[in-house]
């Protein structure tokens, strides 16, 4: 059985090797994505077993993605290959500064049809962690509900669970549908990891202990508030709060990714029994060392170079 189970929808980048719009870049190169696959690569690379639920088509896209994950020793045993929808995919841009844009083909995807039937209870009975994102919440009325359904079964049999909101404006029809649906998934979550700006968007609050007070006190346990460089600050049910300063890189080449990485850290770290402001920096480390490539998930560390870079950058 697994130690941490996760849900969502994989796709295929495309990478973009110049800067420039779609029209002016010449050459992609393929990846695969999608926030709960980058972090099941970063769990499992750290040696720690990752069961994956999604839908992936019938078609070339799917076959890709599927022996890239089993290349990541991830276990793909409750995916549903369906013969109906094609497997999403999406661009991103090529940035100097800043957060790269992204477009995305997947609506009506493969995954968007996850329907809670496809979820075997099975799966969850000697799991440690579920993690959940927004993102899958987003695509669909059915992919919400499996979500729920996810949650539902990991209390049932004492899983912990996390969630990251993981933002994504354009896959919601309004920000209020957004913000009330994602903290509904969040309330009497064991993590809750909003990044800091989207924290202000899902609570109105303007300060990082506003944040972390209004998931508190809707029954959340632990709540860690990611603020890129400047690493991550957490706050407790139990009254434990700290602030967990970030790594600096020389070269930051592409951002997408950071979250999920600083997720894999946080959760690897609690599986391992780390003091929570441990698994919070190994969180940071992790999410230095993605945006210094531009795939959404190969600079996710084996434990090696992890623990070299944390040494080295100490
Ligand atoms: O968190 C990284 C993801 O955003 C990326 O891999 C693609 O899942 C994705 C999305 O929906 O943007």
């Given at each position: 059985m697994e130690n941490i189970i996760t849900l969502g929808e994989p796709m295929v980048v495309w990478i973009p090797q110049q800067t420039g719009n779609f029209g002016e870049v010449e050459t992609f190169q393929k990846g695969v994505a999608g926030a709960e696959l980058n972090v099941a690569v970063g769990v499992s690379r750290l040696g720690h077993r990752i069961g994956y639920i999604s839908r992936l088509g019938k078609d070339v896209f799917g076959t890709y993605i599927l022996e890239r994950l089993k290349a990541e020793k991830i276990d793909t045993s409750a995916?549903?290959?369906?013969?109906?929808?094609?497997?999403?995919?999406?661009?991103?841009?090529?940035?100097?500064?800043?957060?790269?844009?992204?477009?995305?083909?997947?609506?009506?995807?493969?995954?968007?049809?996850?329907?809670?039937?496809?979820?075997?209870?099975?799966?969850?009975?000697e799991g440690?962690?579920?993690h959940l994102t927004g993102i899958a919440a987003a695509i669909s009325e059915n992919c919400l509900n499996a979500c729920k359904k996810a949650k539902m079964l990991a209390k049932k049999h004492g899983m912990k669970v996390s969630f990251d909101p993981n933002i994504r404006p354009s896959l919601w029809?309004?920000?209020?549908?957004?913000?009330?649906?994602?903290?509904?998934?969040?309330?009497?979550?064991?993590?809750?990891?909003?990044?800091?700006?989207?924290?202000?968007?899902?609570?109105?609050?303007?300060?990082?202990?506003?944040?972390?007070?209004?998931?508190?006190?809707?029954?959340?346990?632990?709540?860690?508030?990611k603020d890129g460089s400047s690493g991550a600050v957490y706050k407790c049910a139990d009254g434990r709060s700290g602030?967990?300063?970030?790594?600096?890189?020389?070269?930051?080449?592409?951002?997408?990714?950071?979250?999920?990485?600083?997720?894999?850290?946080?959760?690897?770290?609690?599986?391992?029994?780390?003091?929570?402001?441990?698994?919070?920096?190994?969180?940071?480390?992790?999410?230095?060392?993605?945006?210094?490539?531009?795939?959404?998930?190969?600079?996710?560390?084996?434990?090696?170079?992890?623990?070299?870079?944390?040494?080295?950058n100490a």
């Open positions: 995916i549903i290959m369906d013969g109906e929808h094609l497997t999403g995919s999406y661009f991103k841009t090529k940035v100097t500064e800043g957060n790269p844009e992204v477009f995305y083909l997947r609506k009506n995807s493969a995954a968007s049809f996850l329907a809670e039937e496809d979820l075997q209870e099975k799966f969850f009975r440690k962690i579920l029809k309004s920000m209020e549908e957004m913000q009330r649906v994602l903290n509904e998934l969040a309330a009497d979550c064991d993590y809750v990891l909003p990044g800091i700006e989207e924290g202000k968007i899902l609570t109105g609050e303007d300060t990082w202990e506003g944040i972390a007070d209004f998931y508190l006190k809707m029954g959340v346990k632990n709540v860690i508030i602030v967990v300063k970030g790594f600096h890189v020389a070269q930051v080449v592409d951002t997408v990714g950071a979250g999920d990485a600083f997720a894999a850290g946080v959760l690897t770290g609690i599986l391992e029994n780390l003091p929570l402001s441990e698994a919070v920096r190994r969180g940071n480390a992790m999410g230095a060392m993605m945006v210094t490539e531009p795939g959404d998930n190969e600079a996710m560390p084996q434990r090696e170079s992890l623990e070299k870079f944390m040494k080295e």
